[in-house]
């Protein structure tokens, strides 16, 4: 099995930062793609960015300019950096992994998913 550990969620005001993080453990052989999606009351759940093992991203264009993702394959963890927050970015924010696990000798793919932490943007 693999799991995720988020953190970093909160309240913060209009214009403000901050960052999230979410650490992989397991029986992990290599991730391949780490993201972050969320998931506003009433709306479907959208990604918001991702990052392959070699570095590409992927934003959506809500937070294009605004949010930086990286990743630190040494420690499994991926990071969502978001700037000049909005209202509108209030949501569950779920961390998403995918890559390839062990089971006993074997390789085989996964994908899992956090817990979810409640980014709330408010004055």
């Known amino acids: 099995q693999v799991q995720l550990v988020e953190s970093g969620g909160g309240l913060v005001q209009p214009g403000g930062s901050l960052r999230l993080s979410c650490a992989a453990s397991?029986?992990?052989?290599?991730?391949?793609?780490m993201g972050w999606y969320r998931q506003a009351p009433g709306k479907q759940r959208e990604l918001v960015a991702a990052?392959?093992?070699?570095?590409?991203?992927n934003y959506a264009d809500s937070v294009k300019g605004r949010s930086t993702i990286s990743r630190d394959n040494a420690k499994d963890t991926v990071y969502l950096q978001m700037n000049s927050l909005k209202p509108e970015d209030t949501a569950v924010y779920y961390c998403?992994?995918?890559?390839?696990?062990?089971?006993?000798?074997?390789?085989?793919?996964?994908?899992?998913w956090g817990q979810g932490t409640q980014v709330t943007v408010s004055s």
């Open positions: 990052i392959t093992r070699g570095g590409s991203t």
């Open positions: 998403n992994v995918r890559g390839v696990r062990t089971v006993g000798p074997f390789p085989l793919d996964f994908e899992s």
């Open positions: 397991g029986s992990i052989f290599n991730i391949n793609t």
